[in-house]
């Protein structure tokens, strides 16, 4: 039960940033978004003391260590795999492109006789 107070206040506090920078109009941008900052700072240190907030941050640091665990690809490798997707959209678009044009033939000219001028 105090888990979900913590989390409520911690909500409330994420709110409370966000309306002061709407009630701080009249004044300095950076003062508007440090108020957000503040308000999300607040809110972190609140849920952080929650068992759930415990579980995310665990779960946060096996995600960064399986991350350096990735290989990733080169440069090389990923200029040719976005030359192959950038290939493939356009010959998807001149195939639904032609596709459009064959249907707007048969339907307009032949079936409805429309001509267009």
Do not use: C
Not at 20 to 27: I, K, P, S, T, V
């Amino acid at each position: 039960m105090a888990d979900k107070i913590k989390f409520a206040l911690a909500l409330v506090l994420l709110a409370a940033g966000v309306v002061g920078f709407y009630l701080l109009a009249e004044q300095a941008m950076i003062l508007r978004v440090l108020a957000v900052l503040a308000g999300v700072a607040a809110s972190v240190a609140v849920a952080w003391f929650t068992e759930p907030g415990q579980r995310f941050f665990v779960f946060a640091q096996e995600a960064a260590a399986e991350t350096k665990k990735v290989v990733w690809p080169s440069r090389k490798e990923t200029m040719q795999t976005t030359g192959a997707v950038f290939a493939f959209v356009v010959v998807m678009a001149v195939f639904l492109w032609l596709t459009d044009k064959s249907l707007e033939w048969v339907f307009y000219d032949l079936i409805l006789g429309w001509k267009k001028s």
